[in-house]
């Protein structure tokens, strides 16, 4: 791996101020990328999305633009992040059966009798199960993961409604049955005395990115899934060089502390106020139509927060630091990055959940970064050993920052009858359809950002 002083500058700290543009300088700097260009919105909101890690991504494209937008977030998962990269190509002929080996790269054919998968050595990078597993502890092995931190879709907007739901099915149980792979017999595809194939329950939590054509509209139970959105444009992106190595620019360990970071950042009262009357007046907009559930409403503030440690300007106690990397250096034997988005850290020392060491956070108190100023052991000529660190707090500046990249892939334009209905019966009756072309797809979207520009402004 290409070490950090490989760049002309140094990899920002945390709490540095302006750390975003700092983090994109060092990157753009990198003479592992050879002068590729990395758009700043995507690489920004990739970076809120691995820290939170409460939905995937969804990134409208024009059509002709899908597999270079593809290409362009394989490349920076792989080479910036170092994260296994699965990209999922679905169509109106996907059929339900060729869905998970199409998700997990593994040759397969949906007609029993057909050819089989090629085998797969223990040795390999393969996710799947081999024969030697077979014994093992199945509570064990079906608390593992497959192997993918983030799989890249495209296609989905044509997919037929089973596949659709079968995907929804999996990521939000974030289970997923994978077969069996024996090192030297195949066993996929082979019924067992139950007439079911050979398959075990894995965890399956990778980063869900969707590159979808511009204009195509999705059930809202799916569009649920991705609680960030963005679009781009054929010249926002910049095609990378075709022998870039999967080097990992970025340290795997380097986000870590800003997942741990989250429960410590916290919003005033009037702030949650507003957060609250902002989702609101896009709920309730005559001009709008909202896909915004009771998930969506308990993960903004996530982001907001997220957002507030990537703006900088702060100070973190050396005992949060050195707890953290102890923490991290013992809880695995890998050097990834843990993406998962399940928090199994319990909620106080000694007690675990339910003991008297979390009664606090059951009655609603926050942690805080004050704790760690009584638990620093430092020695007696740390000039810190005195300093006082605060909280840190969210702003307005926050909340306008992650606006839109939340709202915006949740809303649509409602037609003028639409509109006229809705203020008529309180809900919007479908008028009639009409065809979308480029213009029209276009001006909705346009007219959607002045909306949510306008409730931000107001509001």
Not at 227 to 256: A, F, K, N, R
Not at 407 to 417: A, F, I, Q, S, T
């Amino acid at each position: 791996m290409t070490s950090t002083s490989d760049s002309l500058y140094e990899i920002p700290k945390l709490g540095s101020p302006s750390f975003t543009p700092l983090l994109l300088r060092y990157i753009l700097t990198h003479p592992a990328l050879k002068g590729w260009s990395i758009n700043p919105s995507l690489f920004s909101i990739l970076l809120l999305a691995f820290i939170v890690r409460k939905g995937g991504i969804v990134i409208d494209v024009p059509k002709k633009d899908i597999d270079k937008c593809e290409r362009v977030i394989t490349c920076t998962t792989k080479s910036i992040f170092g994260l296994k990269t699965n990209h999922l190509s679905i169509d109106e002929y996907t059929e339900l059966e060729d869905l998970i080996p199409k998700i997990c790269h593994i040759p397969f054919s949906s007609n029993p009798s057909s050819q089989s998968p090629t085998p797969t050595p223990i040795s390999s990078s393969n996710p799947f199960l081999t024969s030697t597993e077979k014994h093992d502890d199945k509570t064990q092995k079906s608390n593992e993961k497959v192997d993918i931190d983030v799989l890249v879709l495209s296609g989905l907007e044509n997919a037929t409604s089973p596949i659709k739901v079968r995907l929804g099915e999996i990521l939000t149980k974030k289970r997923i049955k994978v077969p069996i792979i024996n090192q030297y017999e195949v066993q996929d595809n082979v019924p067992n005395d139950d007439g079911e194939c050979h398959s075990i329950e894995r965890k399956f939590d990778p980063l869900v990115i969707w590159i979808r054509e511009e204009g195509k509209e999705a059930p809202s139970w799916l569009i649920d899934q991705f609680m960030l959105g963005l679009h781009l444009d054929s010249d926002d992106l910049d095609i990378p060089p075709s022998d870039l190595d999967p080097v990992g620019i970025i340290p795997q360990s380097y986000l870590c502390p800003f997942t741990k970071l989250l429960p410590y950042v916290h919003i005033h009262a009037p702030l949650q106020v507003h957060i609250s009357n902002l989702l609101s007046a896009v709920n309730s907009h005559p001009s709008l139509k909202t896909t915004l559930t009771g998930k969506s409403f308990r993960s903004f503030p996530e982001y907001i927060k997220a957002h507030r440690l990537l703006f900088g300007s702060f100070d973190i106690p050396p005992a949060f630091l050195l707890n953290d990397s102890s923490t991290t250096s013992s809880s695995t034997s890998s050097s990834k990055i843990e993406i998962s988005s399940n928090n199994d850290s319990k909620l106080g020392s000694g007690g675990g959940i339910g003991g008297v060491d979390t009664w606090a956070n059951l009655a609603g108190e926050e942690p805080t970064l004050t704790k760690f100023n009584r638990d620093q052991n430092q020695s007696e000529n740390d000039v810190t050993m005195d300093m006082e660190y605060e909280d840190i707090y969210c702003t307005p500046q926050n909340v306008q920052g992650i606006w839109k990249v939340f709202v915006n892939h949740r809303c649509k334009k409602r037609l003028e009858r639409e509109e006229i209905m809705w203020l008529i019966k309180g809900s919007a009756n479908k008028a009639g359809l009409a065809f979308e072309d480029k213009n029209k797809t276009n001006r909705n979207r346009h007219d959607v950002d002045k909306i949510l520009d306008e409730i931000l402004r107001t509001v």
